[in-house]
């Protein structure tokens, strides 16, 4: 059986036009500004929320020592700002449906 692959972006689009009976290049288009808002609030707030997906959250990591893989020397890691997705707990539940007891 062969492995299903995620959707494409042009895929995407296609659906969400077939969906609400618009233009693929509206579509996108909406796409395109949603995620130049979600970087943009992300960047400037520290947090976008997407409903019912989930919030785009910057972080800061603090310095850290680790190992090289290679050989083994301990190395300094520096601080630096990272980006994480939490998910919303209705997408979680809609994704992988919470055990019932």
Do not use: W
Request: net charge positive.
């Amino acid at each position: 059986m062969a492995e299903k692959k995620p959707m494409t972006k042009s895929q995407i689009v296609a659906h969400m036009a077939e969906k609400f009976d618009m233009k693929k290049t509206d579509v996108g288009a909406f796409l395109e500004a949603f995620a130049d808002l979600a970087y943009k609030e992300a960047r400037s707030v520290g947090s976008f929320i997407v409903p019912g997906f989930g919030k785009l959250v910057l972080s800061k990591r603090k310095a850290r020592m680790g190992r090289n893989p290679a050989t083994g020397e301990p190395i300094k890691i520096p601080a630096k700002k990272v980006v994480k997705m939490r998910l919303a707990k209705a997408c979680k539940d809609a994704i992988i449906p919470p055990k019932s007891k």
